[in-house]
């Protein structure tokens, strides 16, 4: 079945450095990809969509600056949190869509960031 | 405004026991329901997807969820659990019109006891 890595699983970092999160489709081609973070005892929260070639679209409340996506390949898209800060470590999740209208929805196993 | 509900924060069961995970939300529109299930330190994996045809719907171990149009929810039952089952559960909803983004609930944490 379709697999998506996310990568690291982990990461510690210390406060302003910056940190950047892959997430890859395996065996299929995803347009679209979408970044979730989740905060203890909470539900995920959409951060943005990605769709490969273009500009991620960001929903309200999130700092494109301070969270960059690029989506420059149909299995590759990234998240780097820059100037990190202790406020920013949660559990980030991406999901991809493949190019079918259709396509179910894929998860990544997650990225832990701990930030000090 | 569309949204989701999980009214269980927790619920602690015994094994072998049933559950019920309850899952409403509101919207004028039409939805596509989801359950994903989020074990320790991992990413989400479907659980079963409500699309459209039987509102009663299955997973391959043994849990199920039945669409309830006038009662707007999207329970999840699963008549005996096993401690393999101790996971986070996630409602979601995609909106008509919501270009395939999901809405999710505050999640339940289900943990099975011996």
């Known amino acids: 079945g379709a697999v998506v890595s996310q990568h690291p699983s982990r990461v510690i970092c210390k406060s302003g450095t910056s940190v950047k999160i892959e997430c890859r489709s395996l065996?299929?081609?995803?347009?679209?990809m979408f970044w979730y973070r989740q905060f203890p005892k909470q539900s995920l929260m959409l951060m943005a969509t990605?769709?490969?070639?273009?500009?991620?679209?960001?929903e309200q409340g999130v700092e494109k600056d301070k969270f960059l996506i690029n989506h420059a390949s149909l299995t590759l898209s990234t998240l780097t949190v820059t100037s990190a800060h202790p406020e920013d470590s949660s559990f980030y999740i991406c999901?991809?869509?493949?190019?079918?209208?259709?396509?179910?929805?894929?998860f990544g196993n997650g990225t832990r960031l701990t930030v000090t | 405004a569309q949204s989701v509900t999980q009214l269980d924060s927790q619920v602690p069961v015994f094994e072998e026991a049933p559950v019920e995970l309850r899952c409403n939300y509101s919207s004028s529109v039409s939805v596509y329901l989801f359950w994903y299930v989020q074990y320790p330190n991992q990413g989400l994996q479907l659980l079963l997807k409500y699309l459209s045809g039987s509102t009663l719907v299955e997973s391959i171990n043994g849990f199920e969820a039945e669409f309830n149009k006038s009662q707007t929810s999207f329970h999840l039952r699963k008549p005996s659990v096993h401690i393999s089952d101790t996971a986070e559960y996630f409602c979601a909803v995609t909106f008509t019109g919501g270009g395939n983004k999901l809405t999710f609930g505050t999640g339940t944490q289900l943990k099975v006891e011996l």
């Open positions: 999901s991809a869509r493949g190019i079918s209208h259709n396509s179910p929805l894929h």
């Open positions: 065996d299929f081609q995803a347009t679209t």
């Open positions: 990605s769709n490969e070639g273009s500009k991620a679209t960001y």
